[in-house]
């Protein structure tokens, strides 16, 4: 079966999308797209030999679209996940699945009244081998119950659009996520501490930030976002067990020795990274969509991830510790 696929958004990552699914991944093609750039959207849908649409909305109503992919701006995707659910449609949203956690929960309550699980968010650090392998440690046991997790995010620079609270809203929220994820628990407190500011930062940004979560269990979790580092895109994560220690290994990258010195270059972008991530991302829907059954993170890991934004964000500001208002997840989700 090929699974005919609508694109919103053909903006950076919805062209990335689109050219993976074409060059990339198997069982899927691109028939649709649609973008508040219409000129943009028409160029693209006549290379990949598409249609464009005038709406998001158009595009989800098309019988020949059997699956929706969302890349447009952060705040249209609950009203096209929703316009999907509606028309019992698979759909996978880019993060974040709504930018409040009042939208996350309107999606939640519409797919468990649709009866079936529908939505994929756009996580991807799940399907990143690396992160995987730190999984598959963590669930074997091989350090012991977790006592703690350090994580990393650094960007080399943040264009002067970028505020203090996107630091979790955009970044920090893979992180909220994988955390979730490797401890297979929720987070229920968090406190953000402010260091000295990087002179680096546009005036107005709180950069770098360090955020301290509690697991259920007790696990304490650090995440370090910097996004003005200069050097490059560094993500790093390390589990700290009662018999040992696991951690994400660095990119693999040419090491060159010369005039007594080692040196080995560092990923610049988040696409040099985790291109793979995104390419395994993709494939594992389009496989899960032709077999009509659920794949990666779920309508609940969204909502999860954007209630705890909400506390992080509030403890940005506020200078304490916050609780994290995490209701229990209904058995839909199991």
């Known amino acids: 079966m090929t699974v005919n696929i609508g694109v919103i958004g053909t903006g950076s990552i919805g062209s990335d999308h689109i050219r993976r699914i074409g060059e ?3 069982g899927g093609r691109v028939v649709a797209v649609s973008d508040l750039d219409q000129e943009r959207a028409a160029a693209i849908a006549a290379r990949v030999d598409a249609k464009a649409f005038p709406s998001g909305a158009e595009l989800i109503a098309n019988a020949e679209v059997d699956a929706v992919l969302v890349a447009s701006l952060a705040p249209t995707h609950a009203e096209y996940v929703l316009g999907c659910l509606a028309a019992g449609k698979p759909v996978f949203s880019e993060k974040p699945l709504a930018t409040t956690a009042a939208d996350c929960e309107r999606v939640v309550a519409a797919e468990q009244a649709a009866g ?12 990143d081998s690396d992160y995987r392998q730190l999984k598959a440690a963590l669930d074997g046991g091989e350090i012991g119950d ?5 994580c990393v995010h650094r960007n080399p620079f943040a264009v002067e ?3 203090s609270e996107m630091a979790t809203t955009d970044t920090a929220i893979h992180e909220i996520d994988a955390i979730r994820w490797l401890l297979d628990e929720e987070l229920t407190s968090v406190q ?3 260091p000295r500011k990087t002179s680096r930062r546009h005036a107005h940004l709180q950069d770098p930030q360090i955020m301290l979560y509690a697991s259920d269990s007790g696990v304490r979790a650090d995440v370090e976002v910097f996004v003005n580092c200069q050097y490059g895109y560094d993500i790093q994560c390390e589990a700290v067990g009662e018999t040992g220690t696991a951690r994400l290994p660095d990119p693999a990258r040419l090491s060159v020795r010369s005039q007594a010195r080692e040196t080995r270059a560092v990923p610049q972008t988040w696409q040099e990274r985790f291109t793979t ?4 991302e993709i494939q594992e829907w389009i496989d899960a969509v032709a077999e009509d059954r659920t794949s990666g993170p779920s309508a609940w890991d969204g909502y999860a991830a954007a209630v705890i934004a909400d506390a992080t964000v509030k403890a940005l500001h506020s200078g304490g510790i916050e609780s994290i208002p995490m209701p229990a997840r209904p058995g839909f989700y199991d």
């Open 24 to 26: 990339k991944c198997r």
């Open 161 to 163: 659009s970028y505020h």
């Open 192 to 194: 953000v501490l402010t």
């Open 277 to 280: 991530a995104f390419d395994v």
């Open 116 to 127: 079936r699980r529908l939505v994929q968010v756009g996580f991807m650090r799940r399907f």
């Open 146 to 150: 977790p006592l703690m997790i350090h």
